[in-house]
């Protein structure tokens, strides 16, 4: 057992789960602990994301619950999550339960989520490419300014020189949330639409729609996606206790999923946000 967490709560959990020290998996602490601690500070998800290559089970322990880690952190919870060997178990936890989650992992077979780890991976360079967008003008004026800023550039568009990394910046900054990064490539989502799929017109969740994905995804990712305003149908979703992550169809242009579920006919689906899928069901 490998504890990644803040000293003091590492000693807490070994405490707790000393009967686990000859099992071969991690234990996450998603956020800090104790009284007038910061919610917001959930580093725990970035130390899984750092570790979950090594193939070990990685169970992580937090205080709050899934919908409240996905309203602060969604992109990287449903990244983290989105991995087979990572489960998640809210705190307080017994040892049993965190031997049977272990188990889970190794015996469920669940797999990964590409499509939640390449949106992930396209967030975090659209973060890295506004930034280095903005901090342009005063490194052009400061050359211990300019090494910092290329070094960060090359992190993004590998090693160039510096007219290269400017270009590039200046070429990618406009287009930074354009709907191209995912463009021929292929994920084994079902996707559902929201507005008069998932929610009728007068705003009532069809639970047949939500039963029909999860048959056919059949322990599959499930993608909610929409054309419409994220923020707000979000979270009507989340409300009503629908988890799965949610995106814009934009985001999606040019790939292929697995299936579509949609109130709309598959010509016009298809002709409106270009996205290809192997089966198509209109509800």
């Known amino acids: 057992m490998k504890i990644l967490a803040e000293e003091g709560i590492a000693n807490t959990l070994g405490t707790m789960f000393s009967d686990l020290n000859n099992k071969d ?3 996450v602490q998603l956020e800090p602990a104790g009284s007038g601690y910061n919610r917001q500070d959930i580093h725990g998800l970035d130390t899984t994301l750092e570790i979950v290559d090594k193939g070990l089970p990685i169970v992580m322990l937090g205080w709050l619950t899934p919908a409240m880690y996905i309203d602060k952190k969604s992109e990287k919870w449903f990244a983290a999550t989105g991995y087979p060997n990572v489960i998640f178990l809210r705190l307080p936890a017994t040892s049993e339960e965190v031997l049977a989650a272990i188990e889970m992992v190794k015996t469920s077979n669940r797999p990964s989520d590409p499509l939640a780890i390449a949106l992930l991976g396209v967030a975090q360079t659209n973060s890295d490419i506004g930034i ?30 510096q007219a290269e990394l400017i270009s590039l910046v200046m070429e990618a ?11 021929g490539q292929k994920f084994p989502d079902v996707c559902i639409d929201v507005e008069g799929t998932i929610l009728t017109t007068d705003g009532q969740i069809r639970s047949e729609v939500i039963t029909m994905a999860e048959e056919k995804a059949d322990g599959g990712p499930i993608t909610v996606w929409t054309g419409g305003d994220i923020h707000i149908l979000s979270q009507q979703l989340r409300k009503a ?23 709309q006919p598959e010509v016009a689906f298809k002709s409106e946000y270009g996205i290809d899928c192997e089966e198509y069901i209109q509800v």
């Not at 003008?137 to 300014?145: G, K, L, Q, T, V």
């Not at 900054?173 to 463009?183: D, E, F, G």
Request: no cysteine; hydrophobic share 35%; charged share 35%.
């Open 241 to 263: 206790g629908i988890l799965y992550k949610i995106i814009s169809k934009e985001m999606m242009r040019g790939a292929t999923v697995r299936v579509v579920i949609d109130d």
């Open 25 to 27: 998996f991690y234990i």
């Open 173 to 183: 900054a406009p287009t930074r949330n354009s709907s191209s990064k995912l463009a």
């Open 132 to 161: 280095l967008h903005h901090d342009l003008y005063s490194a052009e004026r400061d050359a211990d300014r300019m090494t910092q800023w290329e070094k960060r550039a090359r992190k993004v568009f590998g090693d160039k020189n």
